[in-house]
């Protein structure tokens, strides 16, 4: 199983971002996520998404601002970033839970639920 993050970078408030996470390794499916971690915090879910149904799930920090989707043909999923602020600031890890979901799955934000992770890929926005 393996998940490789692209697209951070430094920008400055207001602009955006798009991240990506292609999967390999294993089947497609199931959740995938992305969470991020700033200095001295925990660990916190930004978006998820039911690779099977689709549906998707954010936190309330970023509604409205992030969209996170997916290109089942290449199993990369992405997390477009608008309206960045300096507090999105963190390293962005891309997850995957390792099981196998039905469609309308309510995929969770919580870090716990996904065992695959990805190195990260820092976004810093000033």
């Known amino acids: 199983v393996q998940l490789v993050e692209s697209g951070g970078g430094s920008v400055q408030a207001g602009r955006s971002l798009r991240l990506s996470c292609a999967a390999s390794?294993?089947?497609?499916?199931?959740?995938m996520g992305w969470f991020r971690q700033a200095p001295g915090k925990e660990r916190e879910g930004v978006a998820v998404?039911?690779?099977?149904?689709?549906?998707?799930y954010y936190a309330d920090s970023v509604k409205g601002r992030f969209t996170i989707s997916q290109d089942s043909a290449k199993s990369t999923v992405y997390l477009q970033m608008n309206s960045l602020k300096p507090e999105d600031t963190a390293m962005y890890y891309c997850?995957?839970?390792?099981?196998?979901?039905?469609?309308?799955?309510?995929?969770?934000?919580?870090?716990?639920?996904?065992?695959?992770w990805g190195q990260g890929t820092q976004v810093t926005v000033s």
């Open positions: 997850a995957r839970d390792g099981q196998a979901r039905v469609s309308w799955f309510r995929c969770p934000l919580g870090k716990t639920d996904y065992n695959y």
């Open positions: 390794g294993y089947a497609y499916n199931g959740c």
């Open positions: 998404i039911n690779t099977r149904g689709g549906g998707t």
